[in-house]
Every structure is written in structure tokens, then in C-alpha cells.
């Protein structure tokens, strides 16, 4: 079997991608976290206009597709390298899918709790701080989890700008061997799933770790 | 005693409809009122005008001689000062019993994490829950959260509580816990303003009654004397629906 052959050389090779691939993905989460929890306060807490900029933000990154918004990046006209211009096209994508998830949590949150808050004399920062997040994050992590492993596979886009990572790497060996495409893409898949487990399995741990009664539980 | 708090002709409307129209009240340091009346009279409303959680259109309210409904006021820091127990408890979900209780002291005082731990162990022995100081709220009654409830209030050592219908979303067994936290908290000088349908608690613990009804005070007065001899019409006619349960 050449191809294993081919592919047990490459290992190096594939470990770097791989690294670069999870810089991006931890980029990407990073901005798409950092700007997500925004819009979804300025969402939910913001005055009028603060609501109606984050919502407008919201509907523009939700609507543009990550390559269009990958290629638009890229070619802004000042240097970013490309592995920055994939981690915040990418993060900016991110961003509108994780704001819901944190929307969606902090509205789940039973009102009355912050109310009670604000009737002990907290202050809303402080309402959101204490009551707020610490909640959402709960209530969050099942649908990040989700998030998480699609951003994971999306990483593979950032290939278009040039970025060596899983799939650049496949591509290469793709070109200089023959015949071969579909076990060099087997090989790409086995890998994005490991990732994948690895990564899930970490966060369905966390999720068990900061459970308290009252609070959902994934089964099994 | 003196005069804690002091309402002139608080009113409140939401949208065309006149919730509270003219309504003022006295209350001494550790007195405890009952505000009594049918459902949409206006009393809880009435309450949450005193913290400001709806604040008041008109009138003044004195904390100690000092208008609070005013714009220049801290609302925070009065809020504070003002106890506000829920009918539907309300407790923090994430956390634990005995971070519920220090969460006024720690977060709202701004108390070191041992000061805090002190008064809320200290006011969760008062209501009788010591022993559940690690379970989580989903893991108690609704009678044992409430008496949470009052002991958080407590902890931030105000100086009056508001009870908005503490009761009502518990069942006869339960409301019988809390009421009898209420009447130890009572005895012990605790001021404090009662929204309630109990008429035994309003009748035999509060010092004064005030029957309230379309956002008007209809009588106030000794809760022995009213309950016995109401003067007007419309507060015979609602006592006397009571008296026939009993």
C-alpha cells in the first residue's frame, strides 16, 4: 500500500496542520465568544439604538457565507497575514451563531432571579456579572459544544486564503501522488473526527463539572 | 418608637389605569403591617412602588424623614435597605444555600467572604435550615425556600422588610413554616410590611391593618378592631368572606 506509505511520511506534516488548525479554531472562538456575548447583551440590556446596531451586526455576519466573508477579509486593503485573516472572518461568522446560543440562554434565565437582584440593590453590571453569566454559561455550553465542532470542520475553509493547515496539507499530497484522492480524503475525515470526540468529549465533561440541581442535564 | 417610613400620596398608573390613587400611611420602627385586599387593588403594586421596582408617578415616600422618590436618590443603596421578599421566591438557581444568603452581604455590602459567611449562617439558623446550607434551591420545598428567601432579605440587615404574598404559592402546610418565621421575625421587632391574603397572620401578628382596595386605602386601623368591627361597607363585605371560611 503506497498510500500509507505516502501518508505515514506526511505524519509531521499533518501534526502541523493540525496545529494550525486548532489556532485558528481557538481564534476564531475567541472572537466569535468575545463579540457573541456583546451583541447578545446589547441584545437583551442595550437602549434602543444599542439593540438595533447589535441586531443589524447580527443579521449582516449571519447572512454572509464564511468564504465570501474569508475572501473580503483577505483582501481588505492592509496587511493581515493569513492565518488573521481566516481567524477573524471566521470569528466574525462565529459570532452571529454564538450570540443566539447566549441570547437563547440568558433568556431562559427565570426573570424573577433578576429581578430579585435588582430589589436587593445590585446594579445591572453587577446583575450580569453575578446572575447572568454565570447561568448563561450553563445553559450554554450543550449548544457551544455544537458550535464548537461545526467551527471545528470550518476551519477547513481557511484553506482558500492559503492558510497550511489539515486540508492544504491534503491537497498537497494529493498533487503530487496519483489515484489516491479519496484515501488521502478518508485519511483527512478519520482525522477531523478524532478532533472532533476529543474536543466534544471535553466539553460534555465541563458541562458535568459545573452542573447544580436545577439545571438541565444531558443524558448520557 | 419612631416613624420609619412615612407615605404621602404615593400614586401610580400604568397606561390609563389608575393602580394606586392617593395613598399614604404611617409606619413605626418594629411595626408590622399587613396590607390587606382582593387581587388588582393594588397592594403588591404598592409595595413594589416602595423600592422603586415600579417606581411611583407622584407623591413622597420618607425613609427616616428623607424623601426617597425623588431623581437625586441612590435607588440602589435604599433598595438595600429595603428587604424585598417574593411570592415566588425567587433564589439564586446556581447557587448554593448558603451563597444565597451571603451574596447580599458579599456583593451588595461589599463584606469580606468571612464577614459574609458569618450573617448568613447566623440568619439561616434563624429560619430554622442550617442543615441545608450545601443543597441547591431545585433541592428544597417551596416553604424551605422561602424561608431562604427571608433569610437573604435578612442578611443585608435592612431596616424594613417587604413581603409581597409570601404565601400564596404555597400549599396550607408549608405556608404554615413561613408564617411562623414571620411572626418570630415579628416578635422580634422587625419592621416590616406584609402583602397577604392570611388573614389569621394580619389579625393575630401585624400591629396595624390597611384594607385596600381600587388603589385606595379604605381603612386602616388595629387589626383587633377592624376585623371585629369594620367601619365602611366594602371592608365588612371582603372580611366577611374570610370569617365564613373559618
Same mark, same amino acid.
Given at each position: 500500500?503506497?498510500?500509507?506509505?505516502?501518508?505515514?511520511?506526511?505524519?509531521?506534516?499533518?501534526?502541523?496542520?493540525?496545529?494550525?488548525?486548532?489556532?485558528?479554531?481557538?481564534?476564531?472562538?475567541?472572537?466569535?465568544?468575545?463579540?457573541?456575548?456583546?451583541?447578545?447583551?446589547?441584545?437583551?440590556?442595550?437602549?434602543?439604538?444599542?439593540?438595533?446596531?447589535?441586531?443589524?451586526?447580527?443579521?449582516?455576519?449571519?447572512?454572509?457565507?464564511?468564504?465570501?466573508?474569508?475572501?473580503?477579509?483577505?483582501?481588505?486593503?492592509?496587511?493581515?497575514?493569513?492565518?488573521?485573516?481566516?481567524?477573524?472572518?471566521?470569528?466574525?461568522?462565529?459570532?452571529?451563531?454564538?450570540?443566539?446560543?447566549?441570547?437563547?440562554?440568558?433568556?431562559?434565565?427565570?426573570?424573577?432571579?433578576?429581578?430579585?437582584?435588582?430589589?436587593?440593590?445590585?446594579?445591572?453590571?453587577?446583575?450580569?456579572?453575578?446572575?447572568?453569566?454565570?447561568?448563561?454559561?450553563?445553559?450554554?455550553?450543550?449548544?457551544?459544544?455544537?458550535?464548537?465542532?461545526?467551527?471545528?470542520?470550518?476551519?477547513?475553509?481557511?484553506?482558500?486564503?492559503?492558510?497550511?493547515?489539515?486540508?492544504?496539507?491534503?491537497?498537497?499530497?494529493?498533487?503530487?501522488?496519483?489515484?489516491?484522492?479519496?484515501?488521502?480524503?478518508?485519511?483527512?475525515?478519520?482525522?477531523?473526527?478524532?478532533?472532533?470526540?476529543?474536543?466534544?468529549?471535553?466539553?460534555?465533561?465541563?458541562?458535568e463539572?459545573?452542573?447544580?440541581?436545577?439545571?438541565?442535564?444531558?443524558?448520557? | 418608637?419612631?416613624?420609619?417610613?412615612?407615605?404621602k400620596?404615593?400614586?401610580?398608573?400604568?397606561?390609563?389605569?389608575e393602580?394606586?390613587?392617593?395613598?399614604?400611611? @404611617?409606619? $413605626?420602627?418594629?411595626?408590622?403591617l399587613?396590607? %390587606?385586599? &382582593?387581587?388588582?387593588?393594588?397592594? *403588591?403594586t404598592?409595595?413594589?412602588?416602595?423600592?422603586?421596582?415600579?417606581?411611583?408617578?407622584?407623591?413622597?415616600?420618607?425613609?427616616?424623614?428623607?424623601?426617597?422618590?425623588?431623581?437625586?436618590?441612590?435607588?440602589?443603596?435604599?433598595?438595600a435597605?429595603?428587604?424585598?421578599?417574593?411570592?415566588?421566591?425567587?433564589?439564586?438557581?446556581?447557587?448554593?444555600?448558603?451563597?444565597?444568603?451571603?451574596?447580599?452581604?458579599?456583593?451588595?455590602?461589599?463584606?469580606?467572604?468571612?464577614?459574609?459567611?458569618?450573617?448568613?449562617?447566623? @440568619?439561616? $439558623?434563624?429560619?430554622?435550615?442550617?442543615?441545608? %446550607?450545601? &443543597?441547591?434551591p431545585?433541592?428544597? *420545598?417551596?416553604?424551605?425556600?422561602?424561608r431562604?428567601?427571608?433569610?437573604?432579605?435578612?442578611?443585608?440587615?435592612?431596616?424594613?422588610?417587604?413581603?409581597?404574598?409570601?404565601?400564596?404559592?404555597?400549599?396550607p402546610?408549608?405556608?404554615?413554616?413561613?408564617?411562623?418565621?414571620?411572626?418570630?421575625?415579628?416578635n422580634e421587632?422587625?419592621?416590616?410590611?406584609?402583602?397577604?391574603?392570611?388573614?389569621?397572620?394580619?389579625?393575630?401578628?401585624?400591629?396595624?391593618?390597611?384594607?385596600?382596595?381600587?388603589?385606595?386605602?379604605?381603612?386602616?386601623?388595629?387589626?383587633?378592631?377592624?376585623?371585629?368591627?369594620p367601619?365602611?361597607?366594602?371592608?365588612?363585605?371582603?372580611?366577611?368572606?374570610?370569617?365564613?371560611?373559618?
Amino acid at each position: 500500500m503506497e498510500i500509507l506509505r505516502i501518508l505515514i511520511s506526511e505524519l509531521p506534516q499533518f501534526a502541523k496542520g493540525t496545529l494550525v488548525a486548532l489556532e485558528v479554531l481557538a481564534g476564531l472562538l475567541i472572537v466569535g465568544l468575545v463579540l457573541g456575548l456583546a451583541i447578545a447583551l446589547a441584545e437583551i440590556f442595550g437602549n434602543t439604538l444599542i439593540k438595533f446596531l447589535a441586531t443589524t451586526l447580527r443579521k449582516f455576519l449571519w447572512a454572509i457565507p464564511q468564504l465570501v466573508l474569508l475572501f473580503l477579509v483577505f483582501y481588505l486593503p492592509f496587511d493581515l497575514n493569513r492565518m488573521l485573516a481566516a481567524i477573524i472572518a471566521l470569528g466574525l461568522c462565529s459570532s452571529a451563531f454564538q450570540s443566539q446560543i447566549f441570547r437563547g440562554a440568558i433568556l431562559s434565565i427565570q426573570s424573577g432571579q433578576l429581578e430579585a437582584a435588582k430589589a436587593m440593590g445590585l446594579s445591572k453590571p453587577k446583575i450580569i456579572f453575578y446572575i447572568v453569566i454565570p447561568q448563561m454559561i450553563r445553559l450554554s455550553i450543550g449548544p457551544w459544544t455544537n458550535e464548537f465542532s461545526s467551527e471545528l470542520k470550518d476551519t477547513s475553509l481557511a484553506y482558500v486564503v492559503g492558510v497550511v493547515e489539515i486540508m492544504r496539507n491534503a491537497k498537497y499530497i494529493i498533487a503530487y501522488t496519483y489515484g489516491n484522492t479519496a484515501a488521502v480524503y478518508l485519511f483527512v475525515g478519520i482525522l477531523y473526527f478524532t478532533l472532533t470526540r476529543i474536543g466534544t468529549s471535553f466539553f460534555y465533561r465541563l458541562e458535568e463539572r459545573l452542573w447544580v440541581p436545577g439545571f438541565e442535564k444531558r443524558s448520557g | 418608637m419612631s416613624t420609619i417610613l412615612e407615605v404621602k400620596h404615593l400614586t401610580k398608573k400604568f397606561d390609563d389605569n389608575e393602580v394606586l390613587k392617593d395613598v399614604s400611611f @404611617e409606619l $413605626k420602627k418594629g411595626e408590622t403591617l399587613a396590607v %390587606i385586599g &382582593s387581587s388588582g387593588s393594588g397592594k *403588591s403594586t404598592l409595595l413594589r412602588c416602595l423600592n422603586h421596582l415600579s417606581p411611583p408617578d407622584s407623591g413622597q415616600i420618607l425613609l427616616e424623614g428623607v424623601n426617597i422618590n425623588t431623581p437625586e436618590i441612590d435607588i440602589n443603596s435604599i433598595r438595600a435597605d429595603m428587604g424585598f421578599v417574593f411570592q415566588d421566591f425567587n433564589l439564586f438557581t446556581h447557587l448554593n444555600i448558603l451563597e444565597n444568603v451571603m451574596f447580599g452581604p458579599l456583593r451588595v455590602r461589599g463584606l469580606s467572604k468571612k464577614q459574609a459567611r458569618q450573617i448568613a449562617a447566623a @440568619e439561616i $439558623k434563624r429560619v430554622g435550615m442550617i442543615d441545608k %446550607i450545601d &443543597s441547591y434551591p431545585a433541592q428544597l *420545598s417551596g416553604g424551605q425556600q422561602q424561608r431562604i428567601s427571608i433569610a437573604r432579605a435578612l442578611a443585608l440587615k435592612p431596616k424594613l422588610i417587604l413581603f409581597d404574598e409570601p404565601t400564596s404559592a404555597l400549599d396550607p402546610e408549608l405556608t404554615g413554616e413561613v408564617l411562623s418565621v414571620m411572626t418570630a421575625l415579628a416578635n422580634e421587632g422587625m419592621t416590616a410590611i406584609v402583602v397577604t391574603h392570611e388573614m389569621g397572620f394580619a389579625r393575630s401578628v401585624a400591629d396595624k391593618v390597611i384594607f385596600i382596595d381600587q388603589g385606595l386605602i379604605v381603612e386602616q386601623g388595629e387589626p383587633k378592631i377592624m376585623f371585629a368591627t369594620p367601619r365602611h361597607e366594602r371592608t365588612r363585605l371582603f372580611l366577611s368572606n374570610f370569617v365564613r371560611l373559618e
